[in-house]
């Protein structure tokens, strides 16, 4: 049971980046995603289920959601070959050569043992043509199903993930094809993968119109607030990201009024928390004046204390967000987030991420 | 109130890296040790004044211990240049210029406001001549005179620094010298610096034996398990290092058998923990397979669990010593303790001691 909609903290490896699994409690993290393709290469699926299983090796008792892998070996690996059959693709750090197929995708994850499990995709860029993002919403279509037919364990959910890219009507035709077979839940894939945020808004709103109302809806990979609060006005129930872990280990710590950057000298002699308003452990006991420190010195308590900041940040948005659509009173709580809540600059955004697509840097 | 003998983990910047308070606390420690060298640097002993103090800066509220700040002047400081008045450094960041003299190292200190304060020392090379050696040690002498008159708050234990080098008539003058001068509490400097391990803890016993016995004896950065217990031995009451915290970040995990590196293939598929006889943090809650992961994968939270266990063995290590000087076995537990602990090879030791020194690297 998880109350929706809900962020997913990113524990790629199989760790919340710094944090233990009493921290994510403490914030009131009730889910979390692992990645199949890292959790793959190391220490790999096998050694995860000898050791018991994801849950145990983390020490993380509550729900466990694995992507396929998918999304990461069109992103990370340096080299990939796409069949029908799957993808042969090559590891980001040895250069070993893997083959990923829908069969292998559900064995990993039923190894791993995740609560949810996602079906193997193809994930094409933000600027492929029509006929290319065709051809991989079609194959996305036939590993579904054979995903479905791979799976042997009865404990797990498997989602689809609707594909189509920024076409209207192929999304259609995937969310369609994928509700028609029927599955546990539905994603949305292939966004927030460098296009523009307005186009990343209307094709979600769009494609989770299309999508079962008594089915989780997951957006994968949209992690701002903004976004984030944007996609629940607009059908959305799960999401995941590593942006705020990964922004906190640079020192952009959320707050109402947009995100802050720690390193800031007007923080040097801030005696405040980070943020007084803040009910999380470090701002609870420590000053700005002392996390600007840590950071400043690059000292490893610092990315810690910030991780924490941050998702007991994207924990209380989402709590709000709840409260608010069960009062009936969303739509407000949205526009008066939106108010306060200074965004980053769209282009510098944008060349941010394809910065980080390009260098393939995980996480 | 410190039950002694006590480790004292290191803090150099305000901060036992990666760890927060309450993790220190969960052990059981009473004391750390934090580097007025450092916290003068960065971010300057005023604001840690103007935030409060250290205790408060650090949330904190056990007992700390600063150094004066001599001996990572002395080791460093890429640039020094020593005078009767005191020692103009360059700073091992940003090569800016400053000075440290016996009034200010105190100075310093009360800003930060520990509960113990360390004399300002001159900490000669371990193969610097008798007639330098002498030199520093009857400098040493007169700047822990100065301190004395320089202190201004009485609320802080002042310990003087005895040195020496390894000549044993410069040790006892230097005993006496400062003991008639009387302060709360003596250390043992200018060992554990790359002299041989026997050089160690022949200087530390004779110069013990000449420290009254009603005051605390600080034997400064010792701290392998082995060299710690045979210098509980030789009536050492105070120990601080940063070799257990440090080596944990490397993958060096402590147990009663001797060091184990984590990163080590036989861990792959280890399900039961590090250490199973061990009741800290880590060993309760993950498998050794799981820390050799996060090792494997350089993740952040590694860092952490080796350190968490490193330190609850030391201090583990502290409470049976203690408890068997109680009980009057103490040189039975040490014979027990080092027969059954395979210590690091003599040789590679200092090599690894002299590549450090060299290296300048802090803590």
């Known amino acids: 049971m998880v109350d929706t909609p809900v962020f997913l903290p990113v524990g790629s490896q199989g760790t919340v980046k710094t944090l233990i699994p009493e921290e994510l409690k403490d914030i009131g993290i009730q889910m979390i995603l692992a990645n199949t393709y890292h959790l793959y290469l190391r220490p790999g699926t096998a050694v995860v289920e000898k050791m018991g299983g994801l849950h145990k090796f983390m020490a993380w008792d509550r729900a466990i959601l694995t992507d396929s892998g998918g999304y990461q070996v069109f992103s990370l690996a340096p080299l990939r070959r796409v069949s029908n059959n799957g993808v042969i693709f090559r590891s980001h750090i040895d250069g070993s050569q893997h083959l ?15 609560d949810v499990i996602m079906v193997l995709d193809e994930c094409p860029a933000h600027d492929d043509s029509f006929e290319v993002v065709r051809r991989a919403t079609e194959r996305t279509h036939r590993w579904a199903e054979r995903c479905q037919k791979a799976q042997r364990r009865n404990d797990q959910a498997l989602y689809a993930i609707v594909q189509g890219g920024a076409f209207s009507q192929l999304r259609r035709q995937s969310a369609e094809c994928l509700t028609s077979l029927g599955f546990a839940g539905y994603a949305i894939g292939g966004l927030s993968i460098g296009e523009p945020k307005r186009v990343t808004l209307d094709i979600t709103e769009e494609t989770a ?24 006005a607009r059908g959305i129930d799960i999401f995941d990201s ?25 923080y040097t002699q801030r005696e405040e ?13 420590f000053s700005a004046a002392y996390l600007h420190h840590l950071f400043n010195c690059n000292e490893l308590l610092a990315y810690r204390l910030a991780t924490i900041h941050n998702l ?25 987030f939106l108010a306060g809540y200074k965004t980053t600059d769209e282009q510098a955004r944008l060349e941010q991420k394809q910065k980080r697509l390009k260098s393939r840097e995980p996480g």
Chains 1, 2 share one sequence.
């Open 312 to 336: 007991n940040f994207m924990h209380n948005l989402m709590s709000k967000a709840r409260t608010a659509i069960l009062s009936g009173t969303f739509s407000s709580f949205k526009d008066s």
């Open 100 to 114: 990923i197929t829908p069969e292998l995708a559900i064995q990993f994850q039923e190894a791993l043992g995740a």
């Open 242 to 266: 590593a942006l705020p872990t990964r922004v906190a280990r640079n020192g952009a710590i959320f707050t109402w009024q947009g995100r802050h950057n720690i390193r800031n000298a007007a």
């Open 273 to 285: 928390p980070v943020d007084p308003d803040c009910n999380c452990y470090t701002c609870r006991t």
């Open 209 to 232: 119109a299309l999508l079962p109302e008594d089915k989780p809806r997951y957006l994968m990979g949209v992690g701002s607030p903004e976004d984030i609060i944007e996609s629940i």
